[in-house]
Every structure is written in structure tokens, then in C-alpha cells.
């Protein structure tokens, strides 16, 4: 494909407020919007990440030079300078989301997140991807009113015979109140620390004085589950594509819940879903789904896009024209006549014939190549623009006006987060993940929000794509991530499916003070295989638009949960 070269620069203004507009919210931190002071769509405002970054999370530290057993364990922490009376109001049980810093040997830091469930009644644990449902895993846990401690330690068998024991222990510092602490952690693998720094760790619970659901009521609760046996998972659900009254769910292959696929059900009486076939991946990772026509469009880590006839809505079969390559595709977008498969790198297809797609050529924006974790996640097409979303690399928008054979997209602009001097990304900064676009009168507002501690709601001006501007923020905890979002542009309501803090639903009318109108906490702690994963919780979000909405589905948005599955939800208000 032919490109084009462009350099594009923002700078924003430093202007920044704090407030709510749902009345509900007053004196709560209830769904914070960050505006400039009377905001207009004129105005931009300064964007200050999405977490702090000014250094470490606990005044403790792992002790140089323990080795061994002790490795690991308490006695292997500095919490002389920890206020540690406050830990015994720490509850014991629950889902935990942690962000960490690890101090790296170059004297740089990095940042992950990580997760873990907590139970005293015998139940199943989890603790930093591990389960108790592993028989080489061992959970050690010791509280009491001036002690938070967990370790977790592993034995694993290596290709050349030897043994790798890891102990990963976590020390609590001092707690913020019952729900929110700050500690250190080290990771030892056969007596040797790999790694060590500081954490904040957060008990996903209600908040906000919120019920179960507002706005929103469940009309069904469908597990997927392998349909020889409903005991076993049919990996995690992540992602969901409704048509011809059947939904298909695509799962990937996870930890503790087995080989994904695809699982179609019929949805022709949405209270009662009914599970009508299954499809493995064996092994592969299908992440996300489309449909046009009779085609249905799988996106793969190792096959690219997977094309099934779906002209029998129950029992897809591969298309005898295939694209498949081996290369990833993340996720997958359609508009028109034009199939996007988001991954390495973005690949644009021809589906003028649905059930035979037929590649027009690669892209790459410039730049992204080279730099530091640019990967493009995701992208929404509307009035000839692509917005992908690059992960590090921001939001990079593109003409696709004149696809063919021999013109590829054209760069026109990108919104990139904060950035050091050098251009390397900064570290209090998310990733751009997914995004939604609309008209405003005589503008363009783009809707988009990152994937990790701290991510939420930016909305953006983006009529001139060489000069976007932040108009305002839509965030909750940080220690819950947003994570996918559906537009409603006639109606100008966004439905974002938001992990641990489930469905919510943005009046979005007027795009400068987004207003919740409403949600539903899909979370709940006791759920099977919760904490396994920071990213847990509503995943996948799914409202059926024309020509796929029916008598049947319209008004009802479909939801992904990772632990409960697809829940069809209707709106009251």
C-alpha cells in the first residue's frame, strides 16, 4: 500500500477542574468528569495521566542479600518506617486488583497489575495468575493487627530436568482504610530475588453507595461452559457479535478454564439463550468477532481472520475462500466494504463479497514501527477515517476514503499521550485500546479509553486530526480499568463495558460533561475464577445496530462477563 508521511506534535493547554454532573454524585467520587472550567467544545484541556508516577507506593523495602528459604518471606522486608498498626483493618477476604513498581536494576521502574481472591471458606484462590486449584501451588497467608503477608510459592519441572522453585512474597505497609494498602513485594525464584519493589493493592467492593443496577435489568444469565460437560469451562469469554437472532461468544484460551472457540446460541427469545454449537480453537486465541451478511469474521493470534459461513445461523463452516496467515489478529472491524483485522500490523480486506474476502494491502502508520510497545489493539472506521488505537503509540487517525489495490490509508494525525522528551511514552500514561466515533453538528468527538490501572473515558475533538483536543475525562476507581464501548449515535449514549465496575451507560449529548445514566454491576466477588486477572469482569459489550437488530434483540445490549458469561441486559430508562 502507498503512505504517506506525517510528523504530528500536540501540545495542550494547562487548564484542569475536577466535578460531577450526575446529581447522585455530590460530595462522592462518583463518576468524575475532568473539564476545563466551563468547558467548550473550543477548549482543550490538560490530560495528567492516568496514574501517580512520582515514585514508590510504601516507605518499605526488600532486604538485599536474603537468600535461601527466607527468600521471600516476612522476615525478608524493612517495614521498620510502616505505620503497621493500620494493617489489621485490612479485611481478609476478596478480589484484589494490585498495580505494582519494580525497581529494575538500571535504576529505572516498571509498572504491571496484577490480581488476587482471598477466601476463608475453603474455596478456590487465586494469587498473581496462580490458582489453589494447582497442586504444585502453595498459598501461605499471615494476618493479624500489624501484619498483611502473602506468599505464594511454586514448584515447576524444566526441559533440562533441574526444578525452578518461585516464592512471590507481598508485604502490607500500611492501609489507607479497610479496602486500600500500600506495601512491598519481592519475587525469589530457587532462593535468589529476581525482582522487587512496591505495590498498592485495592478490594474491588461496592462503591458509591451503588446497588446492583440502575437504569439496567437482566432479562437472562447464560454460563459458557464445553457442552459435552457444564462442568468445565469453555475458556474466557471476551468478546460478542449478535446477528440472525444468535449470538457468537468467542473465547480464549486461559488458565484454569481450558481451550476456547467459538459458542453460538440462539438468542430468538433473549430470556432463554439456548447453546446450539461449539466451536474449539484448539489452541489458537480468537479475541474478537463480526459479522456481515452471512459471513462471520474471527479474529486469531495465529491464523489472522477466520471466515465462517453463517447462511445457517446455528452451524458456521469455514468459508472455502480464506485469508488466514500466520500472523496475529487481535481484533476485527467492519464498515461497508471493508473488513479491518487489527494485530501485526493492521490488514484491510475486500468483502464487497462477504464469505470471500480478498486483502487490499498492510498498514502501518509512521513511526510506529520503531516505537517503544506501539501495537495496534483495536479501530473504528466512520466517514472515511480510521481511528486505530496503538497501544504506547496513542491514537493515530487515517484517511481510508480511497482504499483500492494501489491506495492505502493516509495519515492525517494522532492524539498522543504524555511523552518525554526523547518521545519515549511516559509511565503514568494507559494505552490506547478502543474507541468510538460520532457527529456533533459541525464536529467529530472521539470517544476513547486505555487498558490498565488508572484507565478511563477521554473524549476528543477530533474534526482537524493534525490538532485534536482533550475535551474532558470520564473516570471511576482507578484500580478498575475501562475496557470496551458502543456508541449510540442517534440516541448519543456510550455503553462501556468496564471490567469490575460492569456495564455503564453515558449520556453523551452533549460530549464536554458526559452524564452516567446508568448501570449494572456484573462483578461479584464469588464468582468462579475471580482474580485471576487484573482484567476481570464486563469485558465485551455488544448493541445490535442495522441491518442486525430484530424484533427480538432491539433494546437489549449484550454483555461479556469473564466469569459469568453473556448476560442480555435492557435499558428502563
Known amino acids: 500500500m502507498q503512505r504517506s508521511r506525517l510528523a504530528v506534535l500536540l501540545f495542550l493547554p494547562l487548564a484542569l477542574a475536577t466535578g460531577c454532573t450526575d446529581s447522585?454524585?455530590?460530595?462522592?467520587?462518583?463518576?468524575?468528569?475532568?473539564?476545563?472550567?466551563?468547558a467548550g467544545m473550543d477548549s482543550g484541556v490538560a490530560d495528567p495521566g492516568d496514574f501517580d508516577a512520582s515514585g514508590p507506593y510504601a516507605n518499605c523495602h526488600f532486604i538485599q542479600g536474603t537468600t535461601g528459604t527466607q527468600c521471600g518471606e516476612l522476615g525478608s522486608f524493612n517495614l521498620s518506617a510502616c505505620q503497621r498498626s493500620t494493617l489489621g483493618g485490612i479485611d481478609e477476604e476478596g478480589v484484589f486488583t494490585t498495580h505494582g513498581r519494580a525497581d529494575l536494576n538500571d535504576g529505572g521502574v516498571r509498572y504491571f497489575v496484577q490480581s488476587h481472591s482471598l477466601r476463608n471458606d475453603g474455596g478456590v484462590e487465586t494469587f498473581n495468575g496462580w490458582s489453589t486449584y494447582s497442586p504444585n501451588m502453595t498459598l501461605t497467608r499471615q494476618f493479624d493487627n500489624n501484619t498483611w503477608f502473602v506468599s505464594r510459592y511454586t514448584e515447576s519441572s524444566l526441559t533440562d530436568g533441574g526444578t525452578l522453585n518461585v516464592k512471590v512474597g507481598y508485604a502490607g505497609c500500611s492501609a489507607q482504610d479497610s479496602n486500600h494498602f500500600?506495601?512491598?513485594?519481592?519475587?525469589?525464584?530457587?532462593?535468589?530475588?529476581?525482582?522487587?519493589?512496591?505495590?498498592?493493592?485495592?478490594?474491588?467492593?461496592p462503591t458509591r453507595n451503588e446497588s446492583e443496577a440502575n437504569g439496567l435489568t437482566l432479562v437472562s444469565e447464560t454460563p459458557v461452559r464445553n457442552q459435552n460437560d457444564s462442568s468445565y469451562f469453555f475458556g474466557m469469554p471476551v468478546d460478542v457479535y449478535?446477528?440472525?437472532?444468535?449470538?457468537?461468544?468467542?473465547?480464549?484460551e486461559a488458565s484454569y478454564r481450558g481451550v476456547g472457540g467459538l459458542t453460538v446460541f440462539d438468542v430468538s427469545d433473549p430470556t432463554r439463550p439456548r447453546l446450539v454449537n461449539q466451536i474449539s480453537s484448539d489452541g489458537n486465541y480468537w479475541n474478537g468477532v463480526w459479522a456481515k451478511g452471512d459471513a462471520l469474521y474471527v479474529a486469531s493470534a495465529k491464523r489472522g481472520v477466520i471466515t465462517f459461513d453463517i447462511t445457517n445461523p446455528a452451524s458456521p463452516v469455514l468459508t472455502p475462500v480464506q485469508v488466514q496467515e500466520n500472523v496475529d489478529a487481535h481484533t476485527v472491524f467492519v464498515e461497508g466494504n471493508h473488513l479491518y483485522a487489527m494485530g501485526a500490523p493492521t490488514r484491510i480486506y475486500d468483502?464487497?463479497?462477504?464469505?470471500?474476502p480478498r486483502l487490499l494491502g498492510r498498514y502501518?502508520?509512521?513511526?510506529?514501527?520503531?516505537?517503544?510497545?506501539?501495537?495496534?489493539h483495536d479501530a473504528f472506521v466512520y466517514?472515511?477515517?480510521m481511528y486505530s488505537f496503538y497501544w504506547s503509540y496513542g491514537m493515530q487517525i487515517s484517511d481510508v476514503s480511497q482504499l483500492s489495490d494501489t491506495q492505502g490509508p493516509t495519515p492525517l494525525g494522532s492524539y498522543r499521550y504524555g511523552v518525554n522528551p526523547?518521545?519515549?511514552?511516559?509511565?503514568?500514561?494507559?494505552?490506547?485500546?478502543?474507541?468510538?466515533?460520532?457527529?456533533?453538528?459541525?464536529?467529530?468527538?472521539?470517544?476513547?479509553?486505555?487498558?490498565?490501572?488508572?484507565?478511563?473515558l477521554r473524549v476528543l475533538d477530533v474534526t482537524d486530526p493534525a490538532n485534536v483536543k482533550l475535551l474532558t475525562r470520564y473516570r471511576l476507581r482507578q484500580e478498575a480499568s475501562i475496557h470496551n464501548m458502543i456508541l449510540d449515535e442517534a440516541r448519543k449514549r456510550l455503553y462501556i463495558a468496564y471490567y469490575q465496575e460492569g456495564v455503564r451507560v453515558l449520556d453523551v449529548a452533549n460530549p464536554a460533561q458526559p452524564r452516567e445514566i446508568g448501570y449494572f454491576n456484573t462483578f461479584r466477588s464469588e464468582d468462579p475464577m475471580r482474580g485471576l486477572s487484573f482484567y476481570d469482569g464486563a469485558i465485551g459489550i455488544r448493541v445490535p445496530k442495522a441491518p442486525d437488530v430484530s424484533s427480538a434483540?432491539?433494546?437489549?445490549?449484550?454483555?461479556?462477563?469473564?466469569?459469568?458469561?453473556?448476560?442480555?441486559?435492557?435499558?428502563?430508562?
Open 242 to 252: 449478535v446477528t440472525k437472532n444468535h449470538a457468537y461468544v468467542v473465547s480464549i
Open 182 to 205: 500500600t506495601g512491598c513485594y519481592a519475587v525469589c525464584s530457587n532462593g535468589q530475588a529476581t525482582e522487587q519493589g512496591t505495590f498498592k493493592a485495592a478490594r474491588i467492593v
Open 553 to 573: 434483540n432491539a433494546g437489549l445490549l449484550y454483555v461479556i462477563d469473564t466469569s459469568r458469561g453473556m448476560l442480555v441486559l435492557r435499558e428502563t430508562k
Open 351 to 356: 468483502i464487497s463479497n462477504p464469505r470471500a
Open 24 to 38: 447522585k454524585c455530590k460530595n462522592t467520587p462518583c463518576g468524575n468528569i475532568d473539564a476545563g472550567v466551563d
Open 422 to 456: 526523547d518521545g519515549s511514552p511516559m509511565l503514568n500514561y494507559a494505552h490506547s485500546h478502543a474507541g468510538a466515533v460520532g457527529t456533533y453538528a459541525d464536529r467529530l468527538i472521539a470517544f476513547e479509553g486505555g487498558e490498565t490501572w488508572g484507565a478511563h
Open 364 to 376: 502501518e502508520p509512521p513511526g510506529a514501527s520503531s516505537y517503544p510497545y506501539a501495537y495496534v
Open 383 to 385: 466517514q472515511g477515517r
